[in-house]
C-alpha cells in the first residue's frame, strides 16, 4: 500500500530553519516525482517545490533562494529544507507523490498525498 508521511514540523520563530521530511512507502520511489505543497486557512493550496525523478528541481518564487528540497531514494524519502522563515510560511505542508516523473506545481499533477505536517512561524 502506497504510503507518504510527513514530519519535522513545529513552531519556529521568524528567521529561524526547519527540516521537514516526506517518508514513502509501498512503491517504487525512485520512478515518482515528489512535491511539496502548503495550505493555510483562507488561501488555495499552493505548490512550493518539487523534486523529478531525475533530480532536477523547481521552486514558487516565493520560496526561492530559502527553501531546498532534496531526494534520499535509498531511503525513500525527501526533505524540505526550509530557512529564513517568515510568517507567511505557516501553514499545513503536504507531501504527493507523481508516477510519471516529472511533477510540477499543480496538484492536478499528483497520485497519492500524504496527511501533512504544521508548519507555525510566529515570535
Known amino acids: 500500500q502506497l504510503q507518504l508521511v510527513e514530519s519535522g514540523g513545529g513552531l519556529v520563530q521568524p528567521g529561524g530553519s526547519l527540516r521537514l521530511s516526506c517518508a514513502a512507502s509501498g512503491f517504487n520511489f525512485g520512478y515518482y516525482a515528489i512535491g511539496w505543497f502548503r495550505h493555510s486557512p483562507g488561501k488555495e493550496r499552493e505548490g512550493v517545490s518539487y523534486i523529478e525523478s531525475t533530480g532536477r528541481t523547481k521552486y514558487a518564487d516565493s520560496v526561492k533562494g530559502r527553501f531546498t528540497i532534496s531526494r534520499d531514494n535509498a531511503k525513500s524519502t525527501v526533505y524540505l529544507h526550509m530557512n529564513s522563515l517568515k510568517p507567511e510560511d505557516t501553514a499545513v505542508y503536504y507531501c504527493?507523490?507523481?508516477?510519471?516523473?516529472?511533477?510540477?506545481?499543480?496538484?492536478?499533477?499528483?497520485?497519492?498525498w500524504g496527511q501533512g505536517t504544521q508548519v507555525t512561524v510566529s515570535s
Open positions: 504527493a507523490a507523481d508516477s510519471s516523473g516529472l511533477g510540477g506545481i499543480s496538484t492536478l499533477e499528483y497520485d497519492h
